[in-house]
C-alpha cells in the first residue's frame, strides 16, 4: 500500500481517487469571460502540479523514507525532480457554469522510478535508499500512472506550495491583472532625475551580481569561469571577464514605500553566456584543462535556463537630504555606497593561478573589513548597526547575507600584493536593519 507524509501532504491518494481543489473568486475590475477561463485554467493547471508534486514526494521508498527524504540530500535531485513534475500531462480544460474549471492531469510511474534511478546514480551520496528500493515502487503502488484532478476559479493568485518554476509553464495571466509599474508617495519627495539615478545605480548593482554568478559557474570539477579568464591575459583584454554580461534584460522593478530604495532583477539565459565562452575558447585559450564539451556541459550541472540577480539602488545622498529635510528619516551613509580594501598575496603569485589565490586572500580580506565598516555604522545618535546585530539573531542573519553579496573589483597587482575592493550600497543594509527593526517592535 503507498504511503504518504500527511504532515505535509494534508490528503492521502489513495487508490488514485481523485482530490479537486477549488479557489474563492476574486472580482479585478470587469475581466472579460475570455480572461476569466484564462484565470480559472491557470488555477486549476497550478492546482494539477500542486496535487502531483504531493503526490510524487510521499512516494514510498523505504519502510521509513520517502521521495521527499531523497529529494532533501541533494540540489540538484531538487530541481530534478521539479522538472520531471513539469513533464505532466495535462487534460482538456472543462468550464462549468459557476465559472470553475477543471483539469485532469497524469504521470508514468515507469517514468518516475527511471528518473529517480537516474538521480539515484548521479548525485545521491546517502545509503539509506538502493536502487532496489526505487524499483520496487512498482509493485507497491500497484498502478501505472498517478492521475487527479485539478480545480479552479478565476483569480490571479495561484496557490501555495507550488513546485520550483512551475509558473514558468502555466497560462499567462490576462494583460489586465499583470503588475503595474507605480512610484509610492516617499519617491515623489525627490526630483524625477533622482530616481533614475537609484534605478541606474540598482540596474549596475545587479549587473555585478549577475557577473558574479557567470564567474562562479562550474565548468570543470576544479575549474570556474573565473579560473578560465584568469588564465588568459588575451581573455581579460578582451573584455571576456565584463562582456558575458551583454544580453542580459531586466526582469523586474521594485520601489520600496517606506524608504528610498528601489530593487532590480536582471537575467541571462544561459545559453548566451555559453555561447560567449565557447568564443572566448576558441579564440584566445591556450590550455588544457577546459574544452568545448566541459563549457556545454555547464547547461546540465546548473539545471537552469537563466542567470538572475537582484540588486539595489539608493538617489544620490544629496537627493537623500532633501527627502529627509521632507520628514523621512534615514542615516546619512544609506545614500552611499559602502566600501573596503583587502590585500592578499601568494608564494606564486607570478603565475595565473597564484594570482587568483592571491585575489581570493583580498576579496577575504576586504569583506572582513567591510563587515566591521557596516557593523559600525551609526542607525540613530545612540545605536550602531553592531547593537541590533547582537540583540536579533533574525537581524544578524539578514545582515550577514547583505554583506555576503558584496561586489568584488577587479584585482589590482603590485609587486607581490594584491588588491580587492569590495562594496555595497548604503541602502541595502538600512533596508535590512530599518525593515526588521519594525518588525521585532511590533512583536515585542
Same mark, same amino acid.
Request: with cysteine; proline share 5%.
Given at each position: 500500500? /503507498?504511503?504518504?507524509?500527511r504532515?505535509r $501532504?494534508?490528503?492521502a ?12 473568486s476574486? %472580482? ?11 484565470? #480559472? ?6 492546482? $494539477?502540479?500542486?496535487?502531483l508534486? =504531493?503526490t ?6 523505504? %519502510? ?14 531538487? &530541481? ?7 513533464g ?9 457554469d459557476?465559472?470553475? $474549471?477543471?483539469? *485532469? ?12 534511478? #537516474? ?8 545509503? %539509506? ?27 490571479p ?13 502555466? &497560462? ?30 540598482a ?7 549577475? /557577473? ?8 570543470t ?30 526582469v523586474?522593478?521594485y ?17 548566451? +553566456? ?7 575558447h576558441?579564440?584566445h ?12 556541459? +555547464? !547547461? ?16 544620490p @545622498? ?7 529635510a #521632507?520628514?523621512?528619516? /534615514?542615516?546619512?551613509? @544609506?545614500?552611499?555606497?559602502? !566600501? ?10 607570478? &603565475? ?12 577575504? *580580506?576586504?569583506?572582513?573589513?567591510? #563587515? ?5 555604522? @551609526?542607525v ?23 554583506? @555576503?553579496?558584496a561586489?568584488?573589483? =577587479?584585482? +589590482? ?5 594584491a588588491? +580587492? ?6 541602502g ?17
Amino acid at each position: 500500500m /503507498m504511503q504518504f507524509d500527511r504532515t505535509r $501532504c494534508g490528503s492521502a491518494l489513495l487508490g488514485m481517487s481523485l482530490i479537486l481543489g477549488f479557489a474563492a473568486s476574486t %472580482s479585478v475590475g470587469q475581466p472579460t469571460e475570455a480572461q476569466n477561463k484564462l484565470l #480559472a485554467r491557470r488555477a486549476a493547471e497550478a492546482d $494539477c502540479y500542486r496535487k502531483l508534486a =504531493e503526490t510524487v514526494y510521499g512516494v514510498t521508498l523505504t %519502510s521509513e523514507t520517502y521521495v521527499r527524504d531523497f529529494v532533501t540530500e541533494s540540489d540538484e535531485i531538487r &530541481t530534478a525532480v521539479d522538472t520531471f513534475i513539469k513533464g505532466v500531462r495535462l487534460g482538456q480544460p472543462r468550464y462549468y457554469d459557476d465559472g470553475i $474549471c477543471e483539469i *485532469d492531469a497524469e504521470i508514468s510511474v515507469e517514468k518516475l522510478v527511471t528518473t529517480l534511478k #537516474a538521480l539515484h546514480a548521479t548525485h545521491y551520496k546517502g545509503n %539509506s535508499v538502493t536502487t532496489v528500493d526505487i524499483e520496487n515502487v512498482k509493485k507497491t503502488i500497484k498502478t501505472e500512472v498517478f492521475r487527479v484532478t485539478g480545480a479552479g476559479a478565476p483569480r490571479p493568485e495561484l496557490p501555495p506550495e507550488l513546485p520550483e518554476g512551475i509558473e514558468e509553464v502555466l &497560462t499567462p495571466l490576462p494583460a489586465e491583472y499583470l503588475p503595474r509599474p507605480s512610484v509610492p508617495a516617499i519617491w515623489k519627495t525627490i526630483p524625477p532625475q533622482a530616481r533614475l539615478m537609484a534605478v541606474r545605480a540598482a540596474r549596475l548593482d545587479a549587473m555585478r551580481k549577475l /557577473m558574479e554568478q557567470i564567474q562562479g559557474l562550474r565548468l570543470t570539477s576544479d575549474t570556474l569561469v573565473r579560473d578560465f579568464v584568469t588564465e588568459s591575459d588575451e581573455i581579460r583584454a578582451s573584455g571576456g571577464a565584463r562582456n558575458f554580461g551583454i544580453g542580459a534584460s531586466e526582469v523586474s522593478k521594485y520601489y520600496h514605500d517606506d524608504e528610498l530604495i528601489v530593487e532590480i532583477t536582471m537575467e541571462i539565459p544561459v545559453e548566451k +553566456v555559453i555561447t560567449r565562452i565557447k568564443e572566448l575558447h576558441a579564440e584566445h585559450y591556450r590550455g588544457n584543462r577546459v574544452t568545448t564539451t566541459d563549457i556545454s556541459n +555547464v !547547461k546540465k550541472t546548473i539545471q537552469r535556463t537563466m542567470v538572475r540577480a537582484t540588486g539595489g539602488g539608493v538617489p544620490p @545622498s544629496r537627493f537623500v537630504s532633501q527627502a529627509r529635510a #521632507a520628514g523621512v528619516e /534615514m542615516p546619512e551613509w @544609506s545614500g552611499e555606497r559602502i !566600501k573596503a580594501t583587502g590585500q592578499g598575496t601568494d608564494p606564486q603569485i607570478q &603565475t595565473a593561478q597564484g594570482k587568483l589565490r592571491a585575489a581570493r586572500a583580498a576579496e577575504l *580580506d576586504a569583506m572582513r573589513k567591510l #563587515a566591521e565598516r557596516i557593523y559600525g555604522l @551609526s542607525v540613530r545618535s545612540e545605536t550602531l548597526v553592531r547593537d541590533f546585530v547582537t540583540e536579533h539573531d533574525e537581524i544578524a542573519g539578514l545582515v550577514q547575507g547583505v554583506i @555576503s553579496e558584496a561586489v568584488a573589483e =577587479e584585482p +589590482v597587482f603590485a609587486e607581490d600584493i594584491a588588491s +580587492v575592493t569590495v562594496s555595497l550600497p548604503g541602502g541595502e543594509v538600512w533596508s535590512v536593519v530599518h525593515q526588521h527593526a519594525k518588525i521585532v517592535k511590533r512583536r515585542g
